[in-house]
């Protein structure tokens, strides 16, 4: 995952997160060879390797904001941050379902949360 940080003038940031796909495991939902494992039949297709599946990818853009005002001897920051700014739904990569026998094979069946905001305060004295 690349990720970059970028200190900007005048009290701003700007976060940028890129992930390509992470790899899943593709399975037959049987238990082919016979051993009995605990978590379930997850035996894979024959000729494909361990995390031959790829999910989606991810990007995200974070943006924060912050203002300081003295205040006598003491110092308040007020802070704006806002996640996900170009609020771009983002699959969750461990959603993805490796069973060959499921209809839903290949497909993620989460994102993770859209745009969120948040304010803040904080006091120094």
Same mark, same amino acid.
């Not at 499921?102 to 745009?115: M, V």
């Given at each position: 995952?690349?990720?970059? !940080?970028? @200190?900007? #003038?005048?009290? %701003?940031?700007?976060? $940028? %997160?890129?992930?390509?796909?992470?790899?899943? !495991?593709?399975? +037959? /939902?049987?238990?082919?060879? =016979?051993?009995?494992?605990?978590?379930?039949?997850?035996? @894979?297709?024959?000729?494909? /390797?361990?995390?031959?599946? @790829?999910?989606?990818?991810?990007?995200? %853009?974070?943006? /924060?904001?912050?203002?300081?005002?003295? &205040?006598?001897?003491?110092?308040?920051?007020?802070?704006?941050?806002?996640?996900? *700014? +170009? !609020?771009? $739904?983002?699959?969750? #990569?461990?959603?993805? %379902? /490796?069973?060959? @026998?499921?209809?839903?094979?290949?497909?993620?069946?989460?994102?993770?949360?859209?745009?969120?905001?948040? &304010? =803040? *305060?904080?006091?120094?004295?």
């Amino acid at each position: 995952m690349d990720e970059k !940080n970028d @200190r900007l #003038p005048s009290g %701003i940031s700007l976060k $940028t %997160i890129y992930g390509s796909g992470r790899p899943y !495991n593709i399975a +037959t /939902g049987n238990d082919e060879n =016979g051993d009995f494992d605990l978590t379930g039949p997850n035996d @894979r297709p024959p000729g494909v /390797g361990r995390n031959s599946g @790829r999910g989606p990818d991810f990007f995200t %853009i974070d943006l /924060g904001l912050y203002q300081r005002f003295r &205040i006598g001897r003491g110092e308040l920051e007020l802070r704006l941050n806002v996640y996900n *700014l +170009t !609020n771009r $739904t983002n699959l969750l #990569p461990e959603s993805v %379902i /490796g069973d060959q @026998r499921s209809q839903l094979f290949g497909q993620p069946l989460a994102a993770a949360r859209k745009r969120q905001a948040e &304010i =803040g *305060l904080s006091a120094r004295f």
